[in-house]
C-alpha cells in the first residue's frame, strides 16, 4: 500500500479545509473553486485524494501525519481484564433456569434464589 492509500481521519480533513480557506482568502481560489474543492476535502477517505485537491496550488498544503501503526490500548492500571462469565449472558440464563426450575418444584419461592445467585455471579467477578 502506498503512501496516497493511507485513509484520513477528521484531523486530517480538517487541516486541508483550513488551508483551502487561505488559498481563498489569498485570492488563488475563486468561490466556485472553493466550495468544489471543500466538498471534496470532506469526502476524501485516503490521502491522494486530498493531495490532488492542492496539486496546482503553492504551499501551504496540509499537513498529513506519518503513518503509524495502532497498537491496542492496555487495561488502565488497576482494573484486572474480564474473566469468567459475563452477568449480561449469565443473567438471562439464569433466569431461564429458574422458570424452568419453578415449573418443576411448582413453588414462586424458588424467584427468591435470583438476586442471590445474581449477588454471586456479580461478587465473584468483582472480587478478581
Do not use: C, Q, W
Not at 480533513?13 to 466538498?39: N, P
Not at 498544503?61 to 452477568?87: D, E, K
Amino acid at each position: 500500500m502506498g503512501d496516497r492509500e493511507i485513509r484520513v481521519g477528521d484531523a486530517e480533513r480538517e487541516d486541508a479545509l483550513r488551508v483551502l480557506g487561505e488559498h481563498l482568502s489569498a485570492g488563488r481560489l475563486d468561490v466556485d473553486e472553493y466550495g468544489e474543492r471543500t466538498a471534496r476535502a470532506t469526502a476524501a477517505r485516503n490521502r491522494g485524494e486530498l493531495l490532488d485537491l492542492f496539486s496546482d496550488l503553492p504551499h501551504p498544503h496540509p499537513a498529513l501525519s506519518a503513518a503509524t501503526a495502532v497498537r491496542p490500548m492496555p487495561p488502565p492500571p488497576g482494573l484486572p481484564a474480564r474473566r469468567g462469565v459475563n452477568v449480561a449472558v449469565a443473567g438471562p440464563a439464569v433466569l431461564v433456569g429458574f422458570v424452568l426450575l419453578a415449573g418443576l418444584v411448582k413453588s414462586p419461592f424458588v424467584f427468591l434464589l435470583i438476586p442471590v445467585v445474581l449477588f454471586l455471579l456479580v461478587g465473584r467477578d468483582r472480587r478478581r
